[in-house]
């Protein structure tokens, strides 16, 4: 993410004070991972949101997507609003 206008070296920078801060090297087709925890009914409509989003390229393919099922477990807190159990 260093290579992102707003990412973790921007931050320090503005942090730091500094101004007119830009990408010294900017590179192009950086590969990112992004995980998200989404209910599986509502799976196909993210995926799909991120594909028309330009997410999802590799090489000559695209809308590509790894998923996973699992049990997540959270305690929410107050003033939180879960998607399913209650507070």
Known sequence: LDNA????????????GLKNVQILSPKEDNLLKLVTYVPPTHAD??????????CGNIGNYDSCSYNSEG?????AKEGANPFCGAI
Request: proline fraction near 0%; charge should be positive; aromatic fraction near 12%.
């Open 5 to 16: 206008s707003g990412g973790v070296n921007f931050k320090i920078a503005e942090k730091i």
């Open 71 to 75: 049990k997540g477990t959270f305690r």
């Open 45 to 54: 409509n993210v995926r799909n949101a991120l594909f028309i989003a330009g």
